[in-house]
């Protein structure tokens, strides 16, 4: 999923005011970048607006077959839904068949559910208490009601499971939220043999938010059927026991699930056409008024969908030696059909990178939905084979078209492939993710990130290793699972240098895609890669919450006689504020302009210098190359000589106190 900033302004000034700053020590440049982030576009316009025309444009080619090829993933479960929108009730009825096989050692007498539209059936589920009613910038309305209702549950010989299906709440014990359900089985499943249930179930939408809902004619819909939870076998993410991964829905947290088989075929009014994961497996059917939609896929571990009267359709194959042949498929709202060569030069550019860099994109289709305008609740979302771009909120959208585009399909690999588990180690997804973004970004649109400036947000690091629902905000959350978890990528490339670190990130997703990895498997693709050692590192920086900071403390000069001659002495502390980072560079500039480097092994909490030299020292800096990407308070790293010790500690202590407190007022 992609973040998005808010309070530009505030943003914008605050950068002027660091940029002011900087230039007063020489730094003015280390604060100058290409760097866009992917803003939500401004909402500040509420003049009404006239609805573009309706565009007629043709239907997809749907005639695709499943293919012969060997499974990709362990098909731990198979799902047949039948599902009709009722467009005036915003309602969805679904009849589901799932088919559950045993992946593990032991016996298995039970299942859990998970029913996401129940985050959204009152202000007192768990979801609604800890988001308050707030995913990013969008807000539930009043309209923001949902459910799921399960209205059968019956074994294939038709023998009703219902009253055996009960409301859990493992997490917080919130007997007000139902969005996990446990369903105890009247014989017990054994190892490597399979279940099958039929269900019959309701969902009321929302008006779009979080993830799910309608906005007038549109719908999406996300997390929107009974899904099972994923059941782990020993070994996996480290795993001593085998069981269930079930997990309530929760204000931060994402989604995690078994690899499986899906065929959903879609009920919609004649006029909509229909985007899901996956690809249509014959032609639409006409339905007294309606059409059904036939879609399958398979080794992916989740189905969405949407569908509107109202999408611009395009379409475009595209191959590379690491794609051997996709259909890019666009769902554009019509504000933004003129951008359609946008989109689609974003979505190559994406894949072709990621599949160069990482692996094979297998699948044959990629669909990208553009929600309308007041829509963005749905925006800035992936699901296997189909992404969501922010709404279409403006007619001149800046970079942040392309990077929610290119962020998106990025989680085509490292959630929608590697798959990891969101509940509990986000950073795998959405870390991998946004580091993945700007290697593109930089390398197709020129637009770098300002790595500095990116460290300046980090005004309360957290472990990157914990439950989402841990981290004390929103904010909080997408502070360290985004920003800070790319930073550590950026700072393990930045001391291993960026061809051992594209050997990392590609052995990483070759040995472990399709199979839900953890924090501890990557560390040791690190190490084998680099036949080094990570401990420090990540107890440090992963699962520890540090960042690492120095600062010049203080510096003296005082004249000297040395043979007769007056020389000058001057005497530098050099502080450690956090993690250690390796060897750190510091520069010390005389009158004469004579510069000296020296490189300290930071073994040490704090080092003085004592330097005697012809001319007096003007100044000291640390890291003047911003190398040190962990290190988030770069203010405290210069310090010129001529102000007076008191005054230079408080100038040093006090802006970065400032600077926190501001950063810290910012939302994502």
């Known amino acids: 999923m992609t973040p998005r900033h808010t309070k530009r302004l505030l943003l914008l000034a605050i950068a002027a005011v660091l940029l002011g700053v900087s230039a007063q020590y020489g730094f003015g440049d280390a604060w100058a970048s290409q760097y866009t982030y992917a803003f939500a576009p ?58 559950w096989t045993n992946p593990g050692k032991q016996q298995v007498s039970e299942m859990y559910f998970h029913l996401y539209p129940n985050a959204f059936q009152s202000k007192d589920s768990t979801f609604m208490r800890e988001s308050g009613g707030q995913l990013r910038n969008d807000k539930a309305t009043e309209a923001s009601l949902g ?53 019959a179930f309701e969902v009321k939408l929302p008006e779009v938010f979080a993830r799910m809902g309608y906005m007038g004619d549109f719908v999406m819909a996300g997390q929107w059927f009974p899904k099972l939870a994923a059941y782990e076998t020993v070994g996996t993410r480290g795993r001593t026991t085998e069981g269930w991964d079930a997990h309530q829905y929760h204000g931060n947290s994402e989604f995690y699930s078994d690899f499986g088989i899906y065929s959903v075929k879609i009920n919609v009014p004649a006029s909509y056409k229909v985007a899901a994961t996956g690809f249509q497996t014959k032609p639409a059917a006409a339905d007294n008024n309606r059409k059904i939609f036939s879609f399958y896929a398979d080794d992916v571990h989740d189905f969405g969908w949407s569908a509107s009267p109202d999408f611009v359709y395009a379409e475009e194959p595209f191959s590379t030696d690491n794609v051997p042949g996709v259909r890019i498929k666009l769902y554009l709202d019509p504000l933004h059909a003129k951008f359609k060569d946008r989109y689609m030069h974003a979505a190559k550019s994406a894949l072709a990178k990621y599949s160069q860099w990482y692996g094979a994109y297998p699948y044959s289709t990629l669909s990208i939905v553009v929600p309308p305008k007041g829509g963005n ?17 403006t007619d001149n959208p800046g970079y942040d078209l392309e990077r929610t585009v290119v962020h998106e399909i990025g989680h085509q690999y490292w959630y929608g492939m590697v798959a990891s588990n969101e509940f509990e180690e986000a950073w795998l997804d959405e870390g991998f993710t946004s580091y993945s973004e700007d290697k593109v970004m930089e390398s197709e649109y020129g637009v770098a990130p300002n790595l500095p400036v990116e460290a300046s947000y980090m005004t309360d690091p957290a472990p990157l290793k914990q439950l989402s629902w841990s981290y004390h905000s929103h904010n909080h959350y997408a502070e360290n699972v985004y920003m800070r978890a790319k930073l550590v990528l950026f700072g393990i490339e930045k001391q291993v240098g960026p061809k051992i670190m594209s050997k990392i990130m590609r052995t990483y997703f070759q040995k472990y895609k399709f199979k839900h990895p953890s924090t501890a498997d990557f560390q040791h693709v690190v190490e084998q890669v680099t036949k080094t050692k990570w401990n420090d590192y990540f107890s440090q920086f992963v699962y520890g919450n540090q960042m690492s900071d120095y600062s010049v403390e203080s510096i003296a000069v005082k004249p000297v006689k040395e043979n007769g001659t007056v020389k000058y002495e001057s005497t530098v502390l050099i502080r450690k ?16 302009g004579t510069t000296l480097p020296k ?3 930071a073994a040490q909490m704090h080092i003085q210098y ?23 308070k770069h203010i405290n790293n210069f310090m010129k000589a001529e102000l007076p010790e008191k005054v230079q500690t408080r100038w040093s202590i006090g802006v970065a106190k400032l600077l926190e407190g501001i950063f810290t007022s910012l939302a994502w």
Do not use: C
């Not at 609740?377 to 909120?393: D, H, K, Q, R, V």
């Not at 504020?577 to 004469?592: K, L, M, R, T």
């Open 577 to 592: 504020n956090g993690g250690s980072y390796g060897p750190v560079p510091i520069v010390f500039q005389f009158a004469d």
């Open 147 to 199: 459910y799921m209702r399960i209205n059968s549950l019956v074994t294939s010989e038709n023998d009703s499971l219902l009253p055996r299906l009960h409301y859990v709440q493992p997490d917080d014990g919130n007997a007000n939220d139902q969005t996990l359900a446990k369903l105890r089985l009247p014989e017990p499943v054994a190892p490597g043999r399979s279940v099958t249930l039929k269900m």
């Open 599 to 601: 490189v300290w092994d």
């Open 377 to 393: 609740g749905a925006g800035g979302m992936e699901y296997p084979t189909l992404i969501t771009s922010f709404a279409a909120e």
């Open 42 to 99: 401004d909402k500040t316009d509420t003049s009404p607006k006239t609805p573009p025309p309706r565009i007629n444009m043709p239907e997809p080619d749907p005639v695709v077959q499943p293919g012969p090829d060997a499974p990709l993933s362990k098909r731990v479960v198979e799902y047949q839904i039948d599902v009709r929108l009722q467009e005036d009730t915003h309602t969805l009825q679904g009849l589901q068949t799932i088919t």
């Open 610 to 632: 004592t330097l005697v030299h012809s001319s007096p020292l003007l100044w000291a800096a640390i890291d003047p190359q911003n190398e040190n990407v962990l290190d988030n």
